[in-house]
């Protein structure tokens, strides 16, 4: 420790005993009392800036990507109230077809009902020919197809073919995305061919909806025979063909009665 003293101000008296002046005195520390901080304790103040900022973006980022997947979820799952969609497709039967008189074209009305795992499709008579009108049902919940020929006014009962019929979701998403004109299905046919089997007395052990539909109506079970692309043309005099999309490709129901 260093003391500097200084002499007493002028024009003062001195008090005190003869010789000793009033002084004023300065401590100053030496270099060996100043304590040094040591560098390691000193606030990191940039790193901690770094660290801050990232975090924020972290949490800002994580709570957009919940918005989006939130806002995708309710439009998707929760929000889609426009569950009824009218289609109209142009397809190719064959390559004779399409070099001979063009494509034809399906149309056909949707509802789908996503709580209940059903697809409800209408297909009105076609402009050209292509099958005969129908309603359809495609209930996943009780793993059934039913079709409704019009022209027939008759129920035929298939089990759901679920590598072929999307499900009710996917469909929906596929319809919705073909309405904005942002996509369109490709256009072959793929042909089931069935066989008559059994009438079925009572329909109400085939689910809600099939009941509604094929109530009063004579119904029949069906067996499939093959799923084939190339369309079979023979036997055409005991078969009815029903078109319908349901894919991204039209789907087509050869029912063919029972030798």
């Given at each position: 420790?260093?003391k500097?003293?200084?002499?007493?101000?002028?024009?003062?008296k001195?008090?005190?005993?003869e010789?000793?002046a009033d002084?004023?005195e300065i401590l100053i520390?030496a270099?060996d009392?100043?304590?040094?901080?040591?560098a390691?304790?000193?606030?990191?103040?940039?790193?901690?800036?770094?660290c801050?900022?990232?975090?924020?973006?972290?949490?800002?980022s994580t709570?957009?990507?919940g918005?989006?997947?939130?806002?995708?979820?309710?439009?998707?799952?929760?929000?889609?109230?426009?569950?009824?969609?009218?289609?109209?497709?142009?397809?190719?039967?064959?390559a004779?077809?399409?070099?001979?008189?063009?494509?034809?074209q399906l149309?056909?009305d949707?509802?789908i009902?996503?709580?209940?795992?059903?697809?409800?499709?209408n297909?009105?008579?076609p402009?050209?020919?292509g099958?005969?009108?129908?309603?359809?049902?495609h209930d996943?919940?009780q793993s059934?197809?039913?079709?409704?020929?019009?022209?027939?006014?008759?129920?035929y009962?298939?089990?759901?073919?679920r590598?072929i019929?999307?499900?009710?979701?996917?469909l929906?998403e596929?319809?919705?995305k073909?309405?904005?004109?942002?996509?369109?299905?490709?256009t072959?046919?793929?042909?089931?061919?069935?066989?008559?089997?059994?009438?079925i007395?009572?329909?109400h052990?085939?689910g809600s909806?099939?009941?509604h539909?094929?109530?009063g109506?004579k119904?029949?079970?069906?067996?499939?025979?093959?799923?084939?692309r190339?369309?079979?043309?023979?036997?055409?005099?005991?078969?009815?063909?029903i078109?319908?999309?349901?894919?991204?490709?039209?789907?087509?129901?050869?029912?063919?009665?029972?030798?």
């Open positions: 420790m260093v500097i003293s200084l002499p007493a101000t002028l024009g003062q001195p008090e005190k005993a010789g000793e002084k004023t520390p270099a009392d100043v304590q040094t901080v040591p390691g304790t000193r606030t990191p103040t940039l790193s901690r800036i770094l801050v900022t990232v975090a924020l973006v972290i949490l800002l709570v957009v990507l918005i989006i997947c939130t806002y995708k979820y309710y439009h998707l799952t929760q929000a889609p109230r426009d569950n009824f969609f009218r289609c109209t497709v142009l397809y190719d039967e064959d004779i077809s399409v070099q001979n008189r063009g494509r034809l149309e056909e949707v509802e009902r996503l709580d209940d795992g059903v697809e409800l499709i297909v009105p008579v402009e050209f020919e099958g005969d009108a129908a309603n359809i049902i996943f919940y059934l197809t039913a079709y409704h020929d019009l022209s027939l006014d008759r129920c009962i298939i089990e759901l073919n590598t019929i999307l499900p009710p979701r996917n929906w596929l319809l919705a073909m309405k904005l004109g942002t996509y369109l299905p490709q072959y046919i793929i042909q089931e061919e069935m066989e008559v089997t059994e009438q007395g009572n329909v052990q085939l909806f099939i009941r539909l094929c109530s109506k119904t029949y079970k069906l067996k499939r025979k093959s799923v084939q190339i369309i079979d043309k023979r036997d055409v005099k005991n078969c009815h063909r078109r319908h999309l349901a894919n991204l490709f039209v789907v087509e129901a050869s029912i063919c009665e029972k030798e």
